[in-house]
């Protein structure tokens, strides 16, 4: 008998990321998204998420601070991995505590460069424009007690040609995001006892 192995996804927007990844594990006898959390009551993650039903929260940012009532439903639903997809907040030590090596982030470009507390979204890949890069892309990681500075589980690149905009380099990292993301996730998560 196969062991399930839950997620919970922590996401503070749109979720689009979220989506793929509720969508990837939808009929998975052994990998399954059994919540999704976000610190914005507002965050369209949590219309899409209750749309797949699959059970979703919000707290607020108090709640997130102490993390007492997150790990207690976290907990309740046996959560084995925490997945992070645009979720803006940084993460407790309780949580960190909780969770040893088993909370995975993807950022939008190739760490250790373009990481870093306030980096997200359009502004990283702004930056990366800036700088005349002549790649960017995606790294998965684990999270530690440092933005973006947890140990790197895989990185995808892809070409930034002289010219593009930011929004043509993040419409090719979210390619990358979408195809890679759910598959690193499920491998991550078989690799646990």
């Not at 052994?30 to 914005?40: G, H």
Request: proline content about 5%; aromatic content about 8%; some cysteine.
């Amino acid at each position: 008998m196969i062991m399930e192995k839950n997620i919970a996804i922590f996401a503070s927007g749109s979720g689009t990321n979220a989506e793929n990844i509720i969508r990837y594990f939808e009929g998975n006898d052994s990998v399954r998204v059994k919540l999704v959390l976000s610190n914005r009551k507002d965050a369209h993650v949590l219309e899409r998420a209750h749309r797949l039903g699959v059970p979703c929260r919000a707290f607020p940012k108090s709640d997130w601070e102490i993390a007492e009532s997150i790990l207690d439903l976290l907990r309740e639903h046996q959560i084995d991995l925490i997945v992070l997809a645009g979720f803006l907040l940084r993460i407790p030590d309780a949580l960190l505590h909780a969770y040893p090596n088993k909370i995975i982030n993807i950022h939008p470009a190739l760490l250790p460069k373009f990481g870093g507390k306030g980096m997200y979204g359009d502004r990283v890949h702004e930056a990366v424009v800036m700088a005349g890069e002549s790649e960017s892309g995606i790294t998965i990681h684990y999270i530690d007690e440092h933005y973006d500075e947890g140990s790197i589980i895989f990185q995808a690149k892809c070409s930034v040609l002289p010219g593009d905009t930011p929004a043509e380099v993040a419409k090719k990292v979210h390619a990358l995001e979408y195809e890679w993301f759910p598959r690193i996730i499920e491998q991550t998560v078989n690799t646990f006892l």
